[in-house]
């Protein structure tokens, strides 16, 4: 280690994003060349101070791309050590703040989104607030520094917060997959029969993120067949509702051929959190003619979930039957105006947007899209005004006119570009000079 020194303006300015969780920030200044590995006064580093504060964002932020050859070895069993300290205090970081900080009186928790799609809690205690993200800095550092943890161990922490989008189950999941040996995978998807559906849950989310990047492994085919026979098997013997839906939610990213009779028979489960995963079993990618046609029992049963009474199974159904070829003679002609003028907005949201992936349509269904315009909600709005000009109906431009401005959200949305590509079709030829 080498000799504490003041910190220069860039360390500094690191140390600061640091404490202000800023790891875009701190990113920046990493990749500009402030040094994460810098002696503070104090004898700490940015990168100590980084792990202590228990954002896995931050910490990720600090090690870059070349952590374990940068750091000498007894560098990394110190930031390890800190880690494993913050994690195992007692019930959580409020212990060690209290240790450190000689503080009493109740400490002050809020969840705060740490990175775009994962929380954590923030603990405040006598003028020093800490993240309890430290399993998951705990997780990634091993992994970093090829700590092979074992298997039972990512996996508790994993399930130690019951929130899905908490940092460490977001670790245990990441590191479980990087690990690509055939032990890792035979213990980790061996908790499908832990008798915690905690567990089990967690191991429907290694699966899935396996059949994610199957294909950048070296055995791909036997990581493919092997994902498809563990969710079949599962299905069949799965008894909570959660790890069912989870189940479910795999299959319907699987191309089995089981799939819609899995569908069918799952159909009238009782727990609307089952069902709402069973009409992504019936969809089917295009056929080399651009047709999407389901089968007469697959449709029947889409019919049925469209009525069901739970609003996120209704969605669920509308997308699907909403975006496939009619029969030449439909049996229900008005389902699809009826999910229109729905009283949940998701599902008629999601029925609109359905019905800009296909060109047909009944006049009642293209005037409640025209009446979905007045909607409150502007998602829906866009969604009307895309389907109507995927139709070509020229009403378009007054429909995209009551959209009204977009933010942020929308800046890579394929829906609002649809109004130039309807413009483009129906331009006048200019007149010859």
Not at 206 to 214: E, G, M
Request: aromatic share 6%; glycine share 8%; hydrophobic share 40%.
């Amino acid at each position: 280690m080498t000799e504490p020194t003041e910190p220069d303006g860039a360390v500094a300015a690191l140390c600061a994003a640091v404490a202000a969780y800023d790891h875009v920030a701190a990113g920046e200044l990493v990749g500009a060349g402030a040094d994460p590995d810098r002696v503070l006064p104090d004898g700490t580093t940015p990168l100590l101070r980084a792990v202590e504060g228990g954002s896995p964002a931050v910490v990720t932020a600090l090690l870059g791309d070349d952590a374990r050859p940068r750091l000498p070895e007894a560098e990394r069993g110190r930031v390890l050590e800190a880690a494993r300290r913050w994690y195992g205090a007692g019930a959580g970081v409020e212990v060690e703040l209290r240790r450190l900080m000689g503080a009493a009186g109740p400490a002050d928790t809020v969840w705060v989104r740490d990175s775009e799609y994962e929380v954590v809690p923030e603990v405040s205690l006598g003028g020093r607030s800490v993240r309890a993200g430290h399993g998951a800095v705990l997780t990634l550092l091993e992994w970093e520094f090829r700590v092979l943890a074992p298997v039972a161990e990512l996996v508790a922490r994993g399930v130690r917060s019951p929130r899905r989008d908490h940092v460490d189950r977001g670790a245990s999941l990441h590191v479980l997959n990087s690990r690509r040996s055939a032990e890792t995978w035979a213990q980790a998807v061996a908790f499908r029969h832990d008798p915690d559906p905690r567990r089990r849950a967690l191991v429907v989310d290694v699966v899935r993120y396996r059949l994610w990047s199957w294909f950048e492994s070296a055995h791909a085919g036997w990581y493919e067949k092997e994902c498809h026979r563990i969710l079949v098997e599962w299905e069949a013997e799965e008894t909570d509702a959660d790890v069912l839906g989870g189940v479910l939610d795999a299959l319907g990213e699987t191309e089995v051929p089981t799939r819609e009779a899995i569908g069918l028979r799952r159909a009238g489960h009782p727990d609307p959190g089952v069902r709402r995963w069973v009409p992504d079993l019936f969809d089917r990618p295009p056929s080399p003619d651009g047709r999407r046609a389901l089968s007469p029992d697959a449709r029947r049963a889409l019919r049925e979930l469209c009525r069901d009474e739970d609003g996120e199974v209704r969605a669920a159904a509308a997308r699907v039957l909403a975006g496939e070829e009619p029969e030449e003679e439909e049996e229900d002609p008005e389902l699809l105006p009826d999910l229109l003028r729905d009283p949940d907005p998701e599902v008629v949201n999601r029925t609109a947007y359905a019905l800009g992936s296909v060109t047909h349509g009944s006049p009642e269904v293209v005037e409640m899209l025209v009446r979905c315009l007045d909607a409150d909600d502007p998602d829906i709005r866009l969604s009307a005004a895309y389907a109507l000009a995927v139709r070509d109906d020229p009403r378009t431009p007054e429909a995209y006119a009551k959209v009204g401005p977009l933010g942020p959200r929308y800046e890579h949305d394929h829906r609002p570009n649809e109004l130039w590509r309807w413009e483009s079709r129906n331009r006048a030829d200019p007149e010859p000079s």
